[in-house]
């Protein structure tokens, strides 16, 4: 097949969920065609079947600060989809990527060709932007008109339902990890230069937004370290930072966190880790729970969205809800100060990894491209 894939470049789980998918389907002998605004931050270009096409916005001075991307991406996936005869398209992420799809495929159509167009929701195109008055009807339109509409949680297909109105069918198809990139190893990962020996590491990663909640994180670590030699490493880059380090030297714990920004080599890190934090306000899935998982590291969690269909209570960590700091903080320490249940849930950590392995969830990808090309 020929595939056009849309996503956005930056290092957000839709992202990197969508050049995974690519790059597997390349490797499976596809053709793929990514279309985003610069080259996506895991995309490897130097593999065979891998295409990438910088959507070029444009700009001129009576737009002021809104460049119109929309246009922009419709005319590139027009030209794409002739030039090179793509068979389907798969956006990720609604905004706006499915309503520019819509519009590139009836231009197709007035030039006698059929682009069917495959959308899949992340999370906050429906849950935060998406349902905003602003966006709202526009994204509706989008997901009622794309041929098939995919969610990464049982939980994110119910809250679309919930919040617009649907008259198309929502298949849910998690999101995946390549067990294979984390295979255990006793010298992986760089714990030396993260902690001391005697000290637990305790690790956060996401893009450091609101709904994070990274607060939250510091709160719990501040009591966590109270009773247990610890480090707190946050990874990523984010909005929240400046307020969250406020609060690190306002509880004067500055020398036990380390912020370590953005970074390539996260499997060394979670690998080095002893307990992943994740107590967001949203979460539709929360892929960086299972790559933690994956490198075998307990997760102490919210039960925003889909995270408690990720993360399985009192087995692979525990779920709390939203905002209850003082439970997460007790359930981390619990499960610190016991070997035998570490070494349990570190097992149960990795299995339910291996449930959500590319190898069991690549094929439900295939098989919708496969259903979506019958009707054409
Ligand atoms: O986590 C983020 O805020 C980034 C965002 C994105 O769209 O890139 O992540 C969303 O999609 C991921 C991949 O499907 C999910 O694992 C995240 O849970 C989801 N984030 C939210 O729902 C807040």
């Not at 991406?73 to 819509?102: C, E, F, R």
Request: aromatic residues 8%; proline residues 4%.
């Amino acid at each position: 097949m020929k595939i056009g894939i849309v996503c956005y470049p930056t290092y957000g789980g839709s992202g990197i969920v969508a050049t995974e998918l690519g790059m597997d389907l390349a490797e499976r002998g596809h053709e793929v065609h990514f279309i985003s605004t610069s080259l996506p931050a895991r995309l490897d270009i130097t593999l065979s079947n891998i295409y990438f096409h910088k959507v070029n916005v444009e700009t001129y001075p009576l737009f002021e600060e809104y460049q119109p991307y929309s246009l922009a991406l419709s005319t590139i996936i027009v030209n794409i989809a002739q030039s090179h005869g793509l068979d389907l398209l798969h956006v990720h992420y609604a905004i706006p990527h499915a309503y520019a799809a819509y519009f590139a495929k009836q231009m197709l159509r007035e030039k006698g060709i059929e682009l069917p167009i495959i959308t899949t929701l992340h999370g906050t195109d429906i849950t935060l932007v998406g349902n905003h008055p602003a966006y709202k009807p526009a994204v509706e339109f989008s997901i009622n008109h794309s041929d098939k509409v995919t969610a990464v949680s049982e939980s994110l297909k119910k809250e679309t339902y919930e919040f617009f109105s649907i008259n198309n069918e929502i298949e849910v198809i998690p999101n995946f990890i390549d067990n294979e990139q984390y295979q255990f190893d006793e010298n992986c990962g760089c714990r030396n230069q993260l902690a001391d020996r005697k000290e637990k590491v305790i690790i956060h990663v996401s893009n450091l937004r609101k709904v994070k909640r990274l607060n939250d994180v510091v709160k719990v670590f501040y009591e966590i370290q109270k009773e247990i030699p610890a480090k707190l490493i946050i990874v990523g880059e984010g909005p929240q930072w400046e307020i969250a380090n406020n609060l690190i030297n306002e509880l004067g714990i500055s020398e036990k966190v380390k912020a370590l920004g953005k970074i390539n080599d996260l499997y060394n890190v979670l690998c080095s880790s002893d307990l992943f934090l994740l107590p967001s306000e949203k979460e539709s899935f929360g892929l960086a729970a299972l790559e933690a998982m994956a490198a075998r590291v307990p997760v102490i969690s919210s039960n925003a969205g889909g995270i408690p269909e990720v993360n399985i209570d009192g087995e692979t960590g525990y779920v709390l809800p939203v905002g209850d700091v003082k439970g997460m903080a007790e359930k981390a320490i619990e499960l610190l100060k016991d070997d035998a249940k570490m070494i349990q849930f570190k097992e149960n950590a990795k299995n339910q990894a291996l449930k959500f392995d590319k190898k069991n969830i690549l094929p439900m990808y295939e098989e919708l491209y496969l259903s979506v090309l019958e009707k054409v």
